[in-house]
């Protein structure tokens, strides 16, 4: 697999349904394993809970520009678990008591699993996530 933008994520980026400047995005570590990828997926609620490696992180300063998507890099702290093979970048949606995630309702953006880096096997310690610097950043539309 190589790194891909969910298709329903592209569509909602085309019709002003994602801001990624403004809308709460996460990224979470994902076992492969467990989930297989497929540009069909739509919301978080696709990625079985045994396949999350880590708890969903919220990505901060995000930038945009010439297309593509920045945002400072992730520290997940203390993580133990199986193989990580994969980052999903998705979009957090709220239930309607405003509180809890709605993961049926939280569109899925991008996968990721071309990485320096990847896989990586957790040993309890942090891992960080640095993204690219390139003209690509995180993802180009």
Same mark, same amino acid.
Request: net charge negative.
């Given at each position: 697999m190589a790194n891909s933008l969910y298709d329903k994520g592209r569509q909602r980026f085309l %019709?002003?349904? /994602? =801001?990624?400047?403004?809308?709460? #995005?996460?990224?979470?570590?994902?076992?492969?394993?467990?989930?297989? $990828?497929? *540009?069909?997926? %739509? $919301? $978080?609620?696709? #990625?079985?809970?045994?396949?999350? #490696?880590?708890?969903?992180?919220? /990505?901060? =300063?995000?930038? *945009?520009? =010439? +297309?593509? @998507?920045?945002?400072?890099?992730?520290? $997940? @702290?203390?993580? =133990? +678990?199986?193989? #990580?093979?994969? /980052?999903?970048?998705?979009? %957090?949606?709220l239930g309607t008591d405003g509180i809890t995630p709605d993961e049926a309702a939280s569109p899925l953006i991008a996968y990721i699993d071309t990485a320096t880096g990847l896989p990586i096997t957790p040993n309890g310690g942090d891992i960080i996530v640095t993204w690219d610097n390139g003209i690509n950043k995180i993802f180009r539309l």
């Amino acid at each position: 697999m190589a790194n891909s933008l969910y298709d329903k994520g592209r569509q909602r980026f085309l %019709e002003a349904q /994602l =801001n990624w400047l403004t809308d709460d #995005i996460k990224v979470v570590m994902v076992d492969t394993a467990v989930y297989t $990828f497929a *540009s069909t997926h %739509e $919301f $978080f609620a696709s #990625i079985p809970a045994a396949a999350r #490696i880590t708890a969903p992180t919220t /990505l901060t =300063n995000k930038t *945009s520009t =010439n +297309g593509a @998507a920045d945002a400072q890099d992730v520290t $997940f @702290a203390a993580v =133990n +678990g199986p193989s #990580i093979e994969a /980052l999903v970048i998705y979009r %957090e949606v709220l239930g309607t008591d405003g509180i809890t995630p709605d993961e049926a309702a939280s569109p899925l953006i991008a996968y990721i699993d071309t990485a320096t880096g990847l896989p990586i096997t957790p040993n309890g310690g942090d891992i960080i996530v640095t993204w690219d610097n390139g003209i690509n950043k995180i993802f180009r539309l």
